[in-house]
């Protein structure tokens, strides 16, 4: 297996992660994307199939994108002199695992490893937070994997999330 950036291939191998809206992004929108500079996509694969699938772009919490009482906890984080309006964060736009690898913890892994990369890659761009607009049936997958609420009531089809990446450091 291996994990290569969209722009590194001409063609997507066969995908199918049950969503509609997820496979369409991969083989219509991605490269559209990225040669837009809008979002990074990154593609597992082996020989005969996309396994797996996720998307990366720029975010930020701030104060106008969550709920005030959870505003205040956050910024507790931050010395008072260190208040910003807003702070750093690094979207996984979309991710996606094919169905035939559902349960084999290729979703957990591909979190784990986007945590990793953004905490190694700190020299080129700064970034304090993960985020994540989670499908409904998504948000006990990305809590498990350490994600926190952004706000107290979810939007129509996502709920906001967020992972502090300073955990990983301390």
Not at 18 to 30: C, I, K, Q, S, W
Not at 66 to 94: C, E, T
Not at 133 to 143: G, Q
């Amino acid at each position: 297996m291996r994990l290569i950036k969209i722009e590194d291939t001409e063609i997507i191998k066969p995908f199918n992660c049950g969503d509609d809206d997820l496979n369409g992004f991969l083989l219509e929108d991605a490269r559209f994307y990225q040669e837009q500079l809008i979002a990074n996509t990154f593609i597992w694969e082996d020989d005969e199939e996309t396994i797996a699938f996720f998307s990366l772009l720029n975010d930020k919490i701030s104060q106008t994108t969550m709920d005030k009482n959870l505003w205040r906890k956050l910024r507790k984080a931050f010395p008072h002199q260190k208040h910003l309006g807003s702070y750093p964060a690094v979207k996984i736009g979309r991710l996606g695992v094919a169905a035939s690898h559902r349960g084999e913890g290729i979703g957990t892994d591909i979190v784990s490893a986007v945590k990793q990369m953004l905490i190694n890659h700190q020299s080129v761009s700064a970034t304090r937070f993960l985020t994540v607009d989670a499908y409904h049936s998504a948000v006990s997958f990305y809590e498990k994997n350490g994600f926190r609420p952004l706000v107290n009531e979810s939007c129509e089809d996502t709920f906001p999330m967020y992972f502090d990446l300073i955990q990983l450091i301390k």
